[in-house]
């Protein structure tokens, strides 16, 4: 099994920057992050694959910048010009499997969330 732990959320002006940890307990194929923000489906907002290639949803390109860390076995995502629709639990997911896809499904393994407040 791979166990994800999140960090780096908090409370922050608009405008402002979060840095966003997953931290998983193995080596997933992939890493992405979905957010969910209250009232709204959880939805997928970046990931990476274990050659590095980073993919994103359109409503977050040029904000978002996804990295990880194969050394430390840690993903980060680099939030910028914050802004309260960005308010949500974000989570980060593992998979196992080749290929990307926001596709909740086929992430078999799920952090506990990190909140994010923009106001």
């Known amino acids: 099994d791979v166990q994800l732990v999140e960090s780096g959320g908090g409370s922050v002006q608009a405008g402002g920057s979060l840095r966003l940890s997953c931290t998983a307990s193995?080596?997933?194929?992939?890493i992405a992050w979905f957010r969910q923000a209250p009232g709204k489906e959880r939805e997928g907002v970046a990931g990476i694959d274990r050659d590095h290639n980073a993919y994103y949803a359109d409503s977050v390109k040029g904000r978002f910048t996804i990295s990880r860390d194969t050394s430390k076995n840690t993903v980060y995502l680099q939030i910028n010009g914050l802004d309260p629709v960005d308010t949500a639990t974000y989570y980060c997911?593992?998979?196992?499997?080749?290929?990307?896809?926001?596709?909740?499904?086929?992430?078999?393994?799920w952090g506990q969330g990190t909140q994010v407040t923009v106001s």
């Open positions: 997911a593992a998979t196992v499997n080749c290929g990307f896809s926001f596709r909740e499904e086929r992430y078999t393994y």
């Open positions: 193995g080596s997933p194929y992939g």
